[in-house]
T-cell receptor
Framework: AQTVTQSQPEMSVQEAETVTLSCTYD???????LFWYKQPPSRQMILVIR??????QNATENRFSVNFQKAAKSFSLKISDSQLGDTAMYFC??????????????FGEGTQLTVNP | DGGITQSPKYLFRKEGQNVTLSCEQN?????MYWYRQDPGQGLRLIYY???????QKGDIAEGYSVSREKKESFPLTVTSAQKNPTAFYLC????????????FGPGTRLTVT
């Protein structure tokens, strides 16, 4: 079974600064995907960024980037130029590669990020 | 507009009653999922369905039941056997059961007293 651990229940950052959220996972799979989801106060889950395990290059989406360390099973999210709208709960999630039993997302416990003006 | 709808947003029930949460999608997605979210915890998978008339248990299926009679609909019934039903329930769908992105509905907050 896969496990995902987010060791920072809460974090805060000043507007325009950079913050990094940590995530570690445990799996015996070689083919998998990792995700960061954002859940703002509206509670709508929004996909922030995705990383395929077979890709060595770290994924980037505008101000969001990841540091994927496959050997260390680490998948951190860096948010640059933080904005007030980035205030949300952030979840790290794991998905096995394509399989016949369906795509199951395994989530971490979440990190509540607050961006202060 | 395409998307996933869950209704109602808030639901209140008395203990011992079964309750059904609605989830509808018009994205033409094959796969649909139900997750439960509790304070301080991530989402946990209850049930998922890859195709009409087929579904599989997730990690916490006890006390829940589902049906998938139509591609667009995946209702979740919280039965009286579920010991701690008060939670936030999220429905999601994806294009297929591969790695495709899962799109989430707005959720239903169920309170059982």
């Amino acid at each position: 079974a896969q496990t995902v651990t987010q060791s920072q229940p809460e974090m805060s950052v000043q507007e325009a600064e950079t913050v990094t959220l940590s995530c570690t996972y445990d799996t015996s799979e070689s083919n998998y995907y990792l995700f960061w989801y954002k859940q703002p106060p509206s509670r709508q889950m929004i996909l922030v960024i995705r990383q395929e395990a077979y890709k060595q290059q770290n994924a980037t989406e505008n101000r969001f980037s990841v540091n994927f360390q496959k050997a260390a099973k680490s998948f951190s999210l860096k948010i640059s130029d933080s904005q007030l709208g980035d205030t949300a709960m952030y979840f790290c999630a794991f998905m096995k590669g394509r399989e016949t039993s369906g795509s199951r997302l395994t989530f971490g416990e979440g990190t509540q990020l607050t961006v202060n003006p | 507009d395409g998307g996933i709808t869950q209704s109602p947003k808030y639901l209140f029930r008395k203990e011992g009653q079964n309750v059904t949460l609605s989830c509808e999608q018009n994205l033409n997605h094959d796969a649909m999922y139900w997750y439960r979210q509790d304070p301080g915890q991530g989402l946990r998978l209850i049930y998922y369905s890859q195709i009409v008339n087929d579904f599989q248990k997730g990690d916490i299926a006890e006390g829940y039941s589902v049906s998938r009679e139509k591609k667009e609909s995946f209702p979740l019934t919280v039965t009286s056997a579920q010991k701690n039903p008060t939670a936030f329930y999220l429905c999601a769908s994806s294009r297929d059961s591969g790695w495709a992105e899962q799109y989430f509905g707005p959720g239903t907050r169920l309170t059982v007293t």
